[in-house]
């Protein structure tokens, strides 16, 4: 046993956040795999396109390099012999367009005994945008329509990707040049096809599986159809050209998380870095986790926290400001009640969804602290508006882009809430 030392919970799972995203900085994730030949030219597009390119320009200087990050990233430091094209994020514009328009370009001028290093992160979908047979109004509109028909993703890209001279593999059989891709993963499950919905890597499906979807859901997308119908080429379902390795995922954040934590001399335990559904019904089942824990030391004892991660969604019924962590944040609190815990739910990308911030932090008085400010826990919920429900209370955690997209960072501190809520400094055995 080891002294007993005052913890500030709050501060350490901020700490937490940051020193895991600073161990899988995209640098650090990408040196091993940088051992490779030359490349003759290096794309890089997604969140994290900037650290990324800087990382490959390090190993190997003076490559021409286009670089396409996020609208209002390139503070995050461009290497100035690269070409930067931003693009716009979540919804695709036309420098978006005028950036994929680029990179096509660039990798046809590449002949077959040339290298190309392709560096993508997420939200390369939205950053790289080629509509075929659609305009960039009627491809927005189709998935618009999709969603409000009650499509689920999978059949949200069939159709994305047969509309795209990039998606599904089109970006790789663009070029006759050898191509190395490195891929930071912000999905569930590293499914390559779905990273930045998959540029380049084979696609499985077809212009008759994109048609389904549609006659599934009874849209009529007439220019879609026509396209789907018209004889083009289908996406590649072979690019022996290609070498695709995930190089960075979520359960590399968690487990840089879970070193740190320990180091401090905290017990943590990951729950899973595959979660998906609905930030409120997350919340409730990680609810449940933590009274076990409180009520029962099972599946263990506490003090510890709990990490987790996979990617919430976040149903909009409301006006109000906020995204998926801090909704998950205040659905947590709410169904904790007065049995509140720390926690801290961010994007590791930096930014949570319409707001400023990447997430928020709960304290166990955080329904005490907001019926004080007069605000009422469960309405802001109902109206979405958690961004500025944690704002009000000072417990937003706003960072700014971090240049990376590892998907969502959740640590909840069990075993302190009682002495935190008696205001009662708590602490922990080293």
């Not at 461009?78 to 070409?83: G, I, K, L, Q």
């Not at 970006?171 to 999905?187: C, E, G, M, P, Y």
């Not at 320990?262 to 409730?284: K, M, P, S």
């Amino acid at each position: 046993m080891g002294k007993t030392e005052s913890v500030d919970v709050r501060g350490l799972l901020g700490r937490t956040y940051f020193a895991a995203l600073d161990a899988v900085r995209p640098e650090v994730l990408l040196a091993p795999y940088l051992l490779g030949p030359r490349p003759d030219f290096i794309l890089a597009f997604g969140k994290a396109a900037l650290p990324m390119a800087r990382a490959a320009l390090k190993v190997y200087p003076g490559v021409p390099t286009l670089i396409v990050p996020p609208v209002g990233t390139a503070d995050l430091g461009a290497p100035p012999e690269a070409s930067v094209m931003p693009g716009a994020h979540p919804v695709p514009d036309e420098r978006s367009v005028g950036a994929a328009e680029e990179a096509l370009r660039r990798l046809a001028a590449l002949g077959e005994s040339q290298q190309a290093l392709v560096l993508v992160s997420g939200g390369g979908s939205a950053l790289l945008a080629a509509p075929d047979g659609v305009t960039l109004a009627e491809k927005q509109a189709l998935t618009r329509e999709l969603l409000h028909a009650g499509a689920d993703i999978a059949e949200i890209n069939t159709v994305r990707r047969h509309l795209s001279r990039v998606k599904g593999g089109r970006l790789a059989q663009a070029t006759k040049a050898n191509i190395r891709a490195l891929l930071l993963s912000d999905v569930v499950g590293d499914d390559l096809s779905v990273i930045a919905s998959g540029p380049t890597v084979p696609d499985t499906t077809t212009f008759a599986d994109a048609l389904a979807v549609l006659e599934k859901y009874g849209l009529e997308a007439p220019e879609a159809r026509a396209h789907f119908s018209s004889g083009a080429a289908d996406t590649p379902d072979d690019l022996p050209n290609v070498t695709n390795t995930v190089v960075g995922s979520n359960r590399l954040l968690l487990e840089a998380a879970q070193r740190h934590l320990e180091g401090q001399g905290v017990r943590a335990v990951i729950l899973g870095d595959t979660f998906e559904g609905e930030a409120r019904e997350l919340a409730r089942f990680h609810a449940s986790v933590v009274r076990s824990v409180q009520e029962y030391g099972s599946p263990i004892e506490a003090p510890l926290v709990l990490l987790s991660g996979g990617e919430a969604t976040a149903t909009v019924r409301g006006d109000g400001v906020g995204g998926r962590n801090q909704e998950f944040a205040l659905a947590l609190a709410l169904a904790l009640g007065e049995a509140g815990v720390y926690a801290l739910s961010a994007g590791s990308d930096g930014i949570d969804g319409s707001s400023e911030a990447a997430g928020a932090f709960l304290t166990p008085d955080t329904l005490a602290r907001a019926r004080e400010l007069g605000l009422d826990a469960a309405e802001f919920l109902t109206r979405n508006d958690s961004g500025t429900f944690f704002a009000r209370l000072g417990d937003a955690l706003v960072t700014g882009p971090s240049g990376h997209n590892l998907n969502d960072f959740r640590a909840l501190a069990v075993g302190w809430s009682v002495w935190g809520a008696a205001g009662v400094t708590p602490t922990v055995t080293n």
